[in-house]
């Protein structure tokens, strides 16, 4: 099976994670600062928060800002659920806007347009709007840090996809446009360490808090303890905090994997291309490539029209399967889970993402697949909307 997406990892980060594991340190401790330095340097952010998943750094991001009961988070239906989840964990509502049908983004109008009924609500304003870089590419973060000054809502980009990504010549995650963004380092996403994420911010002291957060909400700095240091042992536990930490090993793998960023993002953009040329006489509507050095490029998503291939994306899906090829369908539109349907979510609230899902197809796409492997993929969707 050619997987739609998948880890590539060397002999020296096999050797990274040996060392590590005969050091003194398994858990946090000198390689996760190192990794946070090095995600602060690439992304031009002054402050860098490991924990043990972009679903955990998500969580505390949102912690930090003070999300809680009766506040409403917003995110897209687009996306995977912890976009949205990680409100819920907080006690939060959570409220959903469309997307670009061009680039599956946020749509910036439909949030104009939704911030400007619920302004005429008391209390109906978001606390914080999750923006997705869907697929590694940035949505308009400049219009929407605009509306979130207007508004006054805070932005937490959920950059999951966009290790590495720039978005109008700035690093991604560089918060000049949002108070906190989220990387994932799941194997599938653009590097790894297994499981584990990373937050980056501009704000010193959400910094602070989400790393007191990731810790069981403990501190050891003496400002902030209420009663007189007992000794060098003593802390105090502030706040509910989490174990969320990111491991020594983990640390080590990211590190490792970070000096191939770029060239895994040059061979990503490179077979992007190359999809490009193989598909442009395939009747399917591939992926706007605008921003092709620009995008992190996690996914490559084609959509399936039956009204121009007489085929459904299921059809495709499954014969496609059959030949071994591991396409993948990203997302099932989170308000369309069992879980936010039972909290009133249903088919229609967000048009644009519920037609998107019904035709999208994410076709292979990892930075150790060759050529042949690619052509492979793009033989069998052929066969598969020739033949049923
Ligand atoms: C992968 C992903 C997450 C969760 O990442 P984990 O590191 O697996 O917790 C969150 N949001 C998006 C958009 C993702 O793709």
Not at 37 to 59: I, Q, R
Not at 171 to 192: L, Q, W, Y
Not at 201 to 211: C, I, Q, S, V
Not at 307 to 329: C, E, F, L, W
Request: charged share 25%; hydrophobic share 40%; glycine share 6%.
């Amino acid at each position: 099976m050619i997987p739609y997406g998948r880890q590539w990892i060397d002999d020296a980060d096999i050797q990274a994670v040996v060392d590590t594991l005969r050091s003194d340190w398994l858990t946090q401790g000198p390689a996760v600062g190192k990794l946070e330095a090095a995600l602060a340097d690439l992304c031009h952010a002054p402050h860098a928060v490991a924990a043990n998943s972009a679903t955990s750094a998500l969580h505390i991001a949102c912690l930090a800002i003070d999300v809680g009961p009766g506040d409403v988070v917003w995110t897209v239906p687009n996306t995977f659920v912890a976009s949205a989840n990680c409100a819920r964990l907080c006690g939060a509502d959570v409220d959903f806007v469309d997307i670009d049908p061009t680039t599956y983004n946020i749509s910036v109008p439909a949030l104009e347009h939704k911030l400007r009924k619920a302004a005429m609500i008391a209390g109906r304003l978001p606390k914080a709007v999750i923006p997705v870089h869907f697929s590694g590419r940035a949505p308009d973060q400049e219009a929407i840090w605009t509306l979130a000054k207007d508004y006054g809502f805070r932005v937490i980009e959920d950059a999951s996809h966009s290790v590495g990504a720039t978005h109008q010549g700035e690093p991604v995650g560089s918060c000049r446009s949002s108070d906190i963004a989220v990387f994932s380092f799941h194997p599938v996403k653009i590097v790894t360490t297994a499981e584990g994420g990373l937050a980056t911010t501009r704000d010193a002291a959400l910094a602070d808090r989400m790393a007191r957060l990731r810790t069981h909400g403990i501190t050891k700095d003496q400002q902030l303890m209420s009663n007189k240091d007992e000794g060098g042992w003593y802390y105090e536990q502030i706040e509910l905090g989490l174990n969320y930490r990111l491991t020594d090993m983990q640390a080590a793998l990211g590190l490792s994997q970070l000096r191939r960023l770029y060239e895994f993002l040059r061979r990503r953009r490179e077979l992007v291309a190359r999809y490009e040329r193989l598909l442009a006489d395939v009747p399917v509507t591939r992926p706007l490539i605008d921003v092709l050095e620009e995008s992190a490029w996690h996914l490559y998503v084609i959509r399936i029209d039956p009204k121009r291939t007489g085929k459904t994306r299921r059809q495709v899906y499954d014969s496609m399967r059959a030949a071994g090829i591991g396409v993948q369908v990203h997302y099932i539109p989170v308000h369309l889970q069992p879980y936010y349907r039972a909290l009133g979510f249903k088919p229609g609230d967000c048009p644009e993402a519920e037609r998107y899902y019904e035709e999208a197809l994410s076709l292979p796409l990892y930075p150790a697949m060759s050529n042949a492997e690619q052509d492979q993929v793009v033989d069998a969707l052929k066969t598969s909307l020739r033949c049923a």
